[in-house]
């Protein structure tokens, strides 16, 4: 194991100097940059304080710690001090970045019997470690935490996938991973006492869980058929692990970056199919083909789900290279760093920022921080685009672009796993996949590069009758949100849930077409049930005078060229089955053309 110094950067090192704008690229430079940035006004230095480190209870003196100020410029630092709300100012006190040591410091602590679980600062544990991908859930999993990772689209190898095994497996039934919306895992049941050492050997194996919470980019999404699919418009794995080393300083943490006014997301299509989801991405890169043939990228902005705000991204007007895209990125971002509203927390992500300026206003200011490039107007699509793309499925054996060979896709059930899967897909993607699976915005997986002639010995396998290749026509389409399980912001417990009603419903219906169904817990809508054929969000209900689970119905979500963002049409639904399948027997009798068995 290496240090645990290693390669963590702090925010008072190289990170700084590492990342360099550019009209064209980003660089390593060695050039610094940290002699022109603003200096913490002294308004700023009064109100601090030296802040100890993670364990409040510790007798060594306090040390001084970075500040979330200490990249922006005066007037975002203005905007951060005046700013309602608690979270502005745990940034201000203490930064995020901390924690990539301090994790260290505490692991070490605890096992060595050296402080208590009690004596650990409340907003370390509960809020700053999940700078590191830490998430403690307090209400549901005391003393346990949710770690979230970052893959770049989706991608993983045989070796990661057992490591990923050996973290939860010593947790027992505490113990397990998801997939997630954003091609992503995340794992659960982790303790302290090992967050360190899973955190230092993520890095070995080519991994990083710095940087996936709080006002930090989440994980890249690209298309999980990259560089295999037989219509595919641009390979976007390369631009996924550019972007996702630009912004993660080469996954040792970037502290230039690690104070945004509000969590952002980032996404690379790579085909007509939009398998990315653009329309609800920060910034949507949409491919497209200019005039002499060169595949660029038409940008959309804005998109996003809050409890306050449902919105599809709007076009930019801006056409990229491949070659501008980090660039143009990296600029964005530090826009939305230094000139984003940081007043109300519900009303900081980057939509708010073009209600105010326009997509336009938007635009100018990038190319003004790229320094002064003219970005290219958006590309009209030609003709061709006339005629409707249907959106694919990729479950099931499809033939790849290269002869010979197939990708397999596997439908899991709402996106749960476990350490035992985990090991078993690591040896199925050694015998039959180069050792490689990738994970989709759909939580299901995905094997490439299947001989043809491997094909059924590969369908006979133990782990697709777990999790098959041709589901049912709900379970194909099924999406959960963690649910009131783990998460304690839930309001009703979804994954659990989710998947019985579906067992439910397919005994009982015939079905003639796939139904994308996602469960959401509450209206964050991390399940993303306003993009599904039919969403469930958690919310109050009453049956028989008591207070009871409920859901709200959203129905007409679409994805793919042209998609379109669903609408809530009930609710307060109890969600007990006695209500909930004869609620969602009528939808899918009207809606989609369902007869009940006889």
């Given at each position: ?7 963590v ?5 190289s ?7 550019s009209?064209?690229?980003?660089t ?5 940059t940290?002699?022109?940035?603003p ?15 993670m364990?409040a209870a ?7 710690v970075?500040?979330g ?5 005066k ?7 005046n ?8 940034k ?7 924690m990539?040591t301090?994790?260290h ?10 402080t ?11 809020m700053r470690?999940?700078w590191a991908?830490?998430f ?5 999993t ?10 770049p ?11 990923l095994s050996d973290?939860i497996s010593?947790y ?8 997630t919306?954003?091609m ?7 303790v302290?006492e ?23 980019v989440?994980n ?6 990259a560089?295999?699919d037989?219509h595919?418009i ?7 692990t ?6 993660t ?5 970037n ?8 969590k ?6 790579g085909s ?12 949507g ?9 060169e ?9 996003m ?6 919105v599809?991204a709007?076009?930019?007007?801006v ?6 895209v ?8 530090e826009?939305f ?6 007043k109300?927390r ?5 939509m ?7 997509a336009d206003?938007l ?7 790229m ?30 672009k290269?002869e010979?060979?197939?990708?397999v896709?596997?439908?899991v ?7 035992d ?9 050694d015998?039959?996949s ?18 043809n002639?491997q ?6 396998e133990?782990?697709?009758?777990k ?8 379970a194909?389409g ?19 849930r ?24 509450c ?7 306003q993009?599904?054929?039919i969403g ?5 209900a009453?049956k ?8 709200k119905i ?8 042209g998609?379109?963002l ?11 089955f ?9 939808i899918l ?8 068995r006889?």
């Amino acid at each position: 194991m290496v240090s645990p110094t290693a390669f963590v950067s702090s925010a008072a090192g190289s990170a700084s100097t590492q990342l360099a704008s550019s009209a064209s690229s980003w660089t390593s430079s060695e050039v610094a940059t940290t002699a022109a940035r603003p200096t913490l006004a002294v308004a700023t230095a009064a109100r601090r304080r030296a802040y100890p480190s993670m364990v409040a209870a510790q007798t060594k003196e306090t040390q001084e710690v970075p500040s979330g100020l200490k990249y922006l410029p005066k007037d975002a630092q203005e905007r951060a001090l005046n700013a309602s709300g608690k979270f502005e100012q745990l940034k201000i006190d203490k930064d995020g970045s901390a924690m990539w040591t301090e994790i260290h410091e505490l692991a070490a602590l605890l096992k060595a019997g050296e402080t208590k679980w009690e004596d650990i600062d409340a907003d370390d544990i509960d809020m700053r470690l999940k700078w590191a991908g830490l998430f403690h859930r307090r209400k549901r999993t005391p003393g346990r935490f949710m770690m979230r990772l970052k893959v770049p689209n989706g991608i993983l190898n045989s070796t990661q996938l057992r490591f990923l095994s050996d973290c939860i497996s010593p947790y027992g039934t505490d113990g397990c991973a998801d997939i997630t919306t954003r091609m992503n895992i995340q794992l659960r049941g982790i303790v302290t006492e090992d967050a360190a050492a899973i955190c230092d050997g993520l890095y070995e194996n080519g991994l990083t869980s710095f940087m996936s919470g709080m006002d930090n980019v989440r994980n890249m999404v690209g298309s999980p058929i990259a560089g295999i699919d037989p219509h595919e418009i641009v390979d976007t794995r390369a631009l996924c692990t550019e972007l996702n080393d630009m912004i993660t300083n080469y996954r040792k943490g970037n502290p230039e970056l690690t104070n945004l006014p509000r969590k952002f997301n980032i996404c690379v299509s790579g085909s007509r199919d939009d398998f990315a989801h653009t329309h609800i991405n920060d910034i949507g890169l949409v491919p497209m083909a200019a005039a002499d043939g060169e595949i660029g990228f038409n940008v959309v902005v804005g998109g996003m789900f809050s409890i306050k705000r449902n919105v599809e991204a709007v076009p930019m007007d801006v056409w990229l290279t491949q070659a501008q895209v980090t660039p143009f990125c990296k600029a964005l971002l530090e826009v939305f760093r230094d000139q984003g509203d940081r007043k109300v927390r519900q009303k900081t992500r980057l939509m708010y920022m073009i209600d105010q300026w326009g997509a336009d206003g938007l635009r100018d200011r990038v190319a003004k921080q790229m320094g002064g490039v003219e970005l290219a107007p958006a590309v009209v699509p030609g003709p061709e685009y006339d005629t409707p793309w249907p959106r694919r499925d990729i479950q099931g054996v499809h033939a790849q672009k290269q002869e010979g060979l197939s990708w397999v896709g596997l439908n899991v059930p709402a996106g749960r796993i476990t350490a035992d899967d985990l090991s078993m897909m690591a040896d199925v993607a050694d015998r039959y996949s180069g050792g490689e699976m990738r994970v989709t915005v759909e939580q299901n997986v995905l094997f490439p590069n299947v001989a043809n002639d491997q094909v059924d010995a590969f369908l006979a396998e133990p782990l697709v009758a777990k999790f098959p290749a041709t589901p049912g026509p709900l379970a194909a389409g099924l999406v959960s949100c963690t649910g009131a399980q783990f998460c304690g912001i839930a309001l009703i417990e979804t994954k659990n849930r989710a998947m019985e009603l579906v067992k439910v419903l397919e005994s009982q219906l015939e079905i003639p077409q796939l139904v994308r169904v996602h469960w959401t817990g509450c209206p964050n809508s991390c399940g993303q049930v306003q993009v599904a054929d039919i969403g469930l969000m958690g919310c109050p209900a009453r049956k028989n005078g008591k207070a009871v689970e409920g859901v709200k119905i959203f129905l007409g979500g679409s994805i793919g060229e042209g998609a379109e963002l669903g609408e809530e049409v009930s609710k307060g639904i109890p969600a007990d089955f006695e209500d909930l399948v004869p609620a969602m027997t009528k939808i899918l009798v009207e809606r989609f053309g369902a007869t009940v068995r006889a």
